[in-house]
């Protein structure tokens, strides 16, 4: 994964780290291990004598961590509690989910003991409620999952148990040469991903499009050509907006 800009190592204490729409960022830590963050990223890293700890705020990152057994790696991520030695693996964190994937050598996780996902001011959530939630994940999360190269797990505020599965990492960490692959997702969240990217929004104004099913392999900073290649189709066309965002309609709404 070659063409990465890697940033003066991080030393011991406390760092902030973030990335804008868009961007991306290798950061090189002092004990030889390497975190790659994804766009509209933010997360903490604090390294000391005896654990090496990183705490994923929002977004996604790649670990490729240096051995050492005296101090061990942790990611916490919402709930979810990643801890690995020396490996390589990748942290997505969403509103509602939280998803590791495997590249090399193993992890275990576990519960952080940190609370689910806010509730909305105006959707209150009962206290019984909140707590069924957090009581299932934590059952889940206690005795530990381990996951090896090509595993991934999906922890979702909402569900039990967690989803373990088999994954192809090479379309899981095509973003670092900024390469979105797609294999049959649905056409609204292939939006979405493109969205996270690019400061020109793409919309899908209508619900049976969102859901056709597409494969392809695209520049994540070039949403013209998925467009470029939904034109072509007789299903749909394109409209832009003032603002600069491009509406995908079916080609009868005229």
Do not use: H
Not at 62 to 83: C, E, H, M
Not at 97 to 110: P, W, Y
Request: glycine letters at 8%; a neutral charge.
């Amino acid at each position: 994964m070659g063409g990465r800009l890697i940033w003066p190592p991080v030393a011991a204490g406390l760092e902030i780290v973030s990335t804008r729409i868009g961007e991306q960022r290798s950061i090189a830590l002092a004990d030889g291990s390497l975190v790659y963050l994804n766009t509209q990223t933010s997360l903490s890293i604090k390294l000391d004598d005896k654990l090496r700890r990183v705490e994923l705020m929002a977004g996604e990152a790649l670990f490729t961590v240096a051995k050492d057994p005296n101090r061990p790696f942790i990611v916490n991520a919402g709930k979810t509690q990643v801890r690995a030695v020396g490996t390589q693996f990748n942290v997505r964190r969403e509103q509602d989910m939280e998803t590791i994937t495997v590249v090399e050598g193993k992890v275990a996780l576990s519960e952080t003991g940190g609370s689910t996902q806010a509730t909305a001011p105006d959707q209150p959530e009962t206290v019984d409620a909140r707590t069924q939630v957090q009581a299932g994940v934590a059952r889940s999360l206690q005795t530990g999952i381990e996951l090896t190269p090509g595993k991934q797990a999906k922890i979702r505020n909402s569900r039990t148990p967690i989803e373990t599965t088999d994954v192809k990492t090479e379309k899981v960490v095509a973003w670092t040469e900024r390469r979105l692959i797609f294999d049959g997702e649905m056409l609204g969240e292939i939006v979405e991903e493109f969205n996270r990217y690019n400061l020109n929004r793409v919309e899908v104004t209508d619900a049976k499009l969102r859901s056709i099913r597409l494969s392809g392999v695209f520049d994540a900073n070039d949403p013209e050509s998925l467009l470029t290649f939904l034109s072509n189709t007789e299903q749909l066309r394109i409209q832009q907006r003032a603002d600069g965002t491009r509406l995908i309609c079916p080609s009868n709404s005229l």
